[in-house]
């Protein structure tokens, strides 16, 4: 379940279609993370932690929650 703050849902409202497509498409972020998309695709994945890093969120056909890490370079 995904917790967020009412500004949160303000600010996504204001973004357009297609980028709130991207938004739905189900990432996740550790804190310190960026993500670069050009278009729908990911361009880079940046963090200032060397452990930080950004995933994909699947469902597997039984219904498991799979994170798949996305390559993320460690800005140092």
Not at 1 to 28: E, G, S, V
Not at 40 to 61: F, G, N
């Amino acid at each position: 379940m995904h917790y967020t703050t009412k500004r949160f849902w303000k600010c996504y409202a204001t973004l357009p279609a297609d980028i709130q497509q991207i938004a739905d498409q189900n990432y996740a972020i550790d804190d310190e993370v960026a993500v670069l998309f050009e278009g729908q695709q990911i361009v880079e994945v940046v963090a200032s932690r060397p452990t930080a890093k950004a995933y994909q969120i699947k469902r597997s056909d039984n219904g498991q929650v799979i994170e798949e890490p996305i390559e993320t370079r460690y800005l140092g």
